[in-house]
């Protein structure tokens, strides 16, 4: 648990934003730490996994399963925190109109532009930039003849890494003599300039005109057909880079439910796609956050033969929860009233910091608690998107000068409540068919 001296070390504006990105319902991935709260036998499960199967050379997929204001996303910013100081790379891809489930390439372009790792920035161009830096220090980075033997040997090595597929390795070969082959003129300078884009932009998943590939022995741009081995090509670099293997996090796919059926359709088999790429993968999780309508609705997975035959099992309720289990369900572990007390204890502690104000002396505990217990009596004591939301509201009025004695902590919960199902209905409209 983060202590009072650690939330005061925050600077006011990084409290401010914390604040700012809390009302809109997430968290900034740098401070997700300071929230984690609950569920410690899920992630402790989880970290068995990375640590034990996936950083061994295992492949799995999970769901998490929760209701809207579960703390689905929050969860999976915990597991990209986890999965980061454990040295894998991680790609958070949340699934909207624009980046469609049902478009794989674009998908598969929102991963590549996403990866975190252990490098400065984020996306692949950030990868290959810290590769290429790296290389720098050896001789693929000479500029007479030893280091052109240097950058030929590395060439072959990238090839001959077992499950690499040719276009990419060649592509990583090209990229090297880009940065490092000798040069005389600025119009060779400009030149490289232009290849360098074209490398980036294949790298990326991007339309590239086959021409422009050809001088690279670049034969074949992103598709469906090649993708599996694009991933498993781009996951055999990161283990090259250093990284343990790679995880993938795909948050709000239960917007899918509320599109056409052939927009379904075709999201649910990338889905199915994803599944079979994990089960000829190696050092790979991938995590998917769903809604439990996805499971049982009739416009749910059930509606696509071919995907539910690989995870009907997922489906069949259980009394007793499995933490090794395909599925994660954090609608039935939910945070306790204990924890949801932490909890806005920390953010109680932030708010104070990013106005300057006493905040513990305004809103104390027995507050805290009375929003646990309306929302207990209301059902929704799971919501932790509710409490966080009715708790700044409370933490707003306070800050102003209003008694927590005259608020109406109802009225202020049926509010917040009203906000949130607003959100949940705009969320879930079919956006994705126009």
């Known amino acids: 648990m983060i202590s009072k001296e650690e939330i005061q070390q925050l600077k006011p504006f990084q409290a401010r934003s914390i604040i700012e990105a809390l009302r809109k319902g997430s968290v900034p991935v ?8 609950g569920r410690t036998n899920w992630l402790a499960f989880i970290e068995d996994d990375l640590e034990n199967y996936i950083a061994e050379g295992g492949a799995k997929v999970r ?38 489930i049902h478009k794989f390439e674009i998908v598969y372009q929102s991963i590549v532009r996403e990866i975190r790792g252990n490098f400065e920035g984020i996306g692949i161009r950030s990868l290959l930039d810290s590769w290429l830096t790296q290389l720098e220090k050896t001789d693929v980075s000479d500029k007479s003849e030893k280091g052109e033997n240097a950058r030929f040997a590395l060439g072959h090595q990238l090839q001959q890494i077992k499950g690499m597929d040719i276009n990419f390795a060649n592509a990583l070969s ?13 119009d060779e300078e400009s030149r490289r300039e232009r290849e360098r884009e074209v490398l980036f932009h294949w790298f990326e998943g991007g339309k590239v005109a086959k021409k422009e590939l050809k001088p690279f022995q670049i034969y074949e741009l992103l598709n469906k057909t090649n993708s599996k081995q694009l991933l498993n090509s781009l996951i055999l670099f990161l283990r090259h880079t250093g990284h343990k293997g790679m995880i993938l996090l795909f948050d709000e796919m239960e917007t899918v439910i509320a599109q056409g059926a052939s927009i379904r359709n ?12 994990s089960d000829s993968s190696a050092f790979l999780h991938i995590f998917f956050s769903i809604i439990p309508d996805v499971l049982v609705s009739e416009k749910g997975f059930k509606s696509y033969d071919a995907l539910w035959s690989r995870v009907r099992s997922i489906g069949e309720e259980s009394s007793t929860l499995n933490f090794r289990g395909v599925l994660v369900d954090i609608h039935r572990t939910p945070l306790t009233t204990e924890e949801l007390v932490s909890l806005g ?15 513990d002396e305004a809103v104390k505990d027995n507050v805290i608690e009375q929003i646990c217990i309306n929302q207990k009596r209301m059902g929704v004591l799971s919501e932790v998107r509710l409490f966080i939301k009715q708790l700044i509201r409370v933490l707003d009025m306070a800050e102003q000068g209003e008694s ?8 202020q919960i049926v509010e917040s409540r009203r906000e949130m199902d607003a959100e949940k209905v705009e969320k879930l409209q079919p956006s994705w068919d126009s």
């Open 30 to 37: 740098e401070f997700v730490p300071l929230f984690t709260v």
């Open 174 to 186: 090209a990229i090297v003599n880009n940065r490092f082959a000798p040069s005389d003129t600025e």
């Open 63 to 100: 769901f998490i399963s929760g209701d809207y204001g579960d703390g689905k996303t929050h969860f999976m910013s915990v597991i990209q925190h986890l999965a980061l100081a454990k040295d894998f790379a991680v790609s958070f891809v949340v699934l909207t109109r624009e980046v469609p």
């Open 345 to 359: 204890g920390i953010l109680r502690g932030i708010h104070g910091n990013s106005y300057r104000w006493d905040s």
């Open 266 to 277: 075709a999201a649910y088999e990338n889905v199915r796609l994803l599944i079979d790429n």
């Open 404 to 411: 927590t004695d005259n608020m109406d902590m109802q009225k």
